[in-house]
């Protein structure tokens, strides 16, 4: 079968990060909204970092269907669920536990597996082929919305530069115990999974990240993780930032509408 070729990423840049949050709130009810007349659910992704603050503005907006999502993270630190690390817990302080989402609707690692990193993300794959193997006839989980983030070398997800992860073709979950950015032991999804997504949205904000978008989004052939997500199955990337996160990029932007 031929490979669709990938479609150029959309960016949106705003003037503060209020109008940025609202922004990408409600076009994940955009999103949301069209995912459930079409299917009757919506299936999400979160990464950690800074993105479970940034989705606050999703906490007061009219239109959200808490009862139809299915969260699951992008990326996991392999840590107590109520660590200081976990996704989870930055997630459940930040959002889920200011809305009305279904608990058995947020999917998180089994931690009780944590001293068999190769178990542990056996189990969380499994997780996901219940969710999606009996809805999709696609080789690779096909989500709604990807939501991500990049640090100051470009990763994404726990997809850090240079790492053998960044050439896995067949796993949907795999394992990294060398992170370069502590906790050392994570599992992520891994390209596949996450570029076969409809959406992926990344999140960017501050000057500091102003060098990494600028190679990210004018070098893409300089190969930095971020630069990689690229969805192909049909599916599109976005960019949410600043605009000091952008004073450096030359990509143009795209003036943003629902």
């Not at 009780?112 to 997780?127: F, M, P, R, V």
């Not at 997500?229 to 795209?254: C, E, I, L, M, N």
Request: charged share 25%.
């Amino acid at each position: 079968m031929p490979t669709t070729a990938p479609s150029s990423p959309i960016l949106y840049s705003f003037p503060s990060s209020t109008e940025l949050c609202d922004a990408l709130a409600n076009f994940i009810i955009k999103a949301q909204k069209e995912s459930i007349e079409k299917k009757g659910r919506f299936s999400v992704a979160i990464s950690g970092g800074s993105l479970p603050t940034q989705l606050n503005a999703l906490i007061n907006k009219p239109g959200v269907r808490w009862d139809k999502w299915q969260v699951f993270y992008a990326d996991e630190r392999v840590v107590p669920l109520d660590h200081a690390d976990s996704n989870h817990k930055l997630c459940t302080d930040e959002l889920f536990s200011k809305v009305p989402i279904l608990k058995d609707n947020i999917h998180t690692i089994d931690f009780s597996l944590a001293d068999d990193l190769e178990e542990l993300s056996d189990a969380y794959e499994k997780e996901l082929i219940r969710e999606f193997a009996q809805k999709d006839s696609a080789r690779f989980p096909v989500f709604d919305l990807i939501l991500l983030g990049t640090g100051p070398d470009g990763h994404t997800a726990s997809l850090f530069p240079g790492h053998p992860l960044l050439t896995e073709e067949d796993r949907w979950v795999a394992y990294i115990e060398d992170s370069p950015k502590p906790p050392p032991r994570r599992i992520t999804f891994t390209y596949p999974v996450i570029n076969h997504a409809s959406r992926v949205a990344f999140v960017v904000s501050g000057a500091a990240k102003a060098d990494t978008l600028q190679t990210v989004l004018d070098k893409p052939e300089e190969g930095l993780p971020a630069s990689r997500v690229r969805p192909t199955h049909p599916g599109q990337v976005y960019w949410f930032v600043d605009d000091p996160a952008v004073s450096k990029v030359s990509f143009p932007r795209t003036p943003f509408k629902l």
